[in-house]
């Protein structure tokens, strides 16, 4: 049956390009209105009272949406952007317009369900039906050769199962006209300001300067592969540190899903075919599948991902320590490696895989703070948040997640001298540590205060002592390994 007019409700999607919900309702409407609410749920605060969207990712959320509306113009259509619950916004929208039916991508986890439930009930009553496809993932949710339910408690096994027998599926085609009736009033995109934060001014020292949006994804995408060629070396260079070249730096934009990761294999799969085939364009899709596998353990543990015991059900010796808590987020721990990473995250919304390793062990392994006031730091000020591989991975480095090895520790210390080995990172960061010699710059603070003094190192700081057995600690260990 083909309606009149139909939704489609634009959610982590924000693209025209391999979007199956957008062609699936130009396939079944006669106009197509779309349409983005900025919920005010995702604006309120996270259970410890943090900015649930900071302002670096809402600034590229505004960016992503002012791209998505520009695209949608190109082609005969607009984009209707209003504030407030999607659940009482679509309804009335469905109404004015007279659309028989709403298109989306579907989520997987418990904020975003209950918005799914909330509206299919608020259109049931108007008789307006709800169609919602899987859409974010490379594996589609139907292909996986197993149940959900049975999926493999380890990566290696999913991983192993995935590529022997799912296929990955074409793109779906980017729509060149989509026939949308007059909007009279498609709605203001709101500013920073307006969304009420104050702007900010990404540090110049940042890896790279994100803009949102679907243009820019495919911009990123052709520098990194075709431009730079870097694709070649990613598996040796992708525990880097420092400047945009290391990784890919795709996952702000295919948090938002500016980007699809089945366009991402597509044009892995043509640089293959026309420059060349390795390890590090395989390690590029076997990340992607790591991303898949989060959203795929979110969808099968539920609640569990975000309680105490996470997954496992399993606690650890960790408590509720604002103190400590703080002395972390702000990058004054005393360990230097730490205290870059941390200091990065907050002047740039980015940090490395690598860091992002290092400083949640750190926090739950030797801070012994409470893995989840943690997650939701980095749910608060990530730009490339994204429900479940944030919160999966934060499972796993707790220890209470999809980890094989029985209590992973990472050295903090050790880590620090082998990923920075010339102390670059640290310095680029704590400027302060400039005049230290490589010898120094990533031990503890406390373990040097007359050397510091020596080379007129002043940290400027009020750096913290409480945690001064835990730096001990770590260095102890990584004198014995
Ligand atoms: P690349 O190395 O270029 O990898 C390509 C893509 O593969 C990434 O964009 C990402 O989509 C995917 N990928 C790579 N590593 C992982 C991984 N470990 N888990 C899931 N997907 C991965 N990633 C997010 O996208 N959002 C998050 O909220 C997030 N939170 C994290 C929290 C912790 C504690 C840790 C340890 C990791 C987290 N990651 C998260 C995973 C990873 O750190 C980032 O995806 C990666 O650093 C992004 O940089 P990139 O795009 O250059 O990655």
Known sequence: MKWKRVI????????????????RAIEHGLEVIPVYVLDNRQFGETSFGFPKTGPYRTKFLLESLTQLRSRLKSVGSDLIVRKG?????????????GAGGVYAHKEVTEEELKVEKALEKALFKSGIDVELVWGSTLYHLADLPMPVRSLPEIFTHFRKEVEKFAPVRSTFPTPESIPTPYIENPGHIPSVEDMGMSLVEIDTRAVLDFKGGEIEALERLQTYFWEEDRLREYKETRNGLLGQGYSSKFSPWLALGCISPRHIYKEVKRYEKMRKKNSSTYWLIFELIWR?????VAKRYGNLLFLEGGIKGEYGNWQVDWARFEQWKDGMTGIPFIDANMRELKETGFMSNRGRQNVA????????VDWR??????????LDYDVCSNWGNWNYVAGIGNDPREN????????????????????????????????YVHEPYEM?????????VSLGGNYPHPIINQAKSARTYARKN
């Open 292 to 296: 898949d596998y989060f959203r795929f």
């Open 8 to 23: 489609v409700w634009f959610r982590n999607d924000l693209r025209l390009h391999d979007h199956e919900a957008l062609v």
């Open 408 to 439: 992973r520790y990472f050295n903090v210390i050790s880590q620090a001298k082998r990923y920075d080995a010339q102390g670059d990172y640290v310095r680029h960061w704590l400027p302060e540590l400039e005049s230290l010699p490589n010898g």
């Open 361 to 368: 062990s750190f926090l739950v392994k030797d801070l012994r």
């Open 85 to 97: 619950l999607p659940e009482e916004i679509i309804p009335e929208i469905a109404n004015q317009y």
């Open 373 to 382: 006031m943690g997650a939701e730091w980095f749910e608060s000020t990530l």
């Open 448 to 456: 040097y205060p007359s050397e510091l003094k020596s080379y007129g």
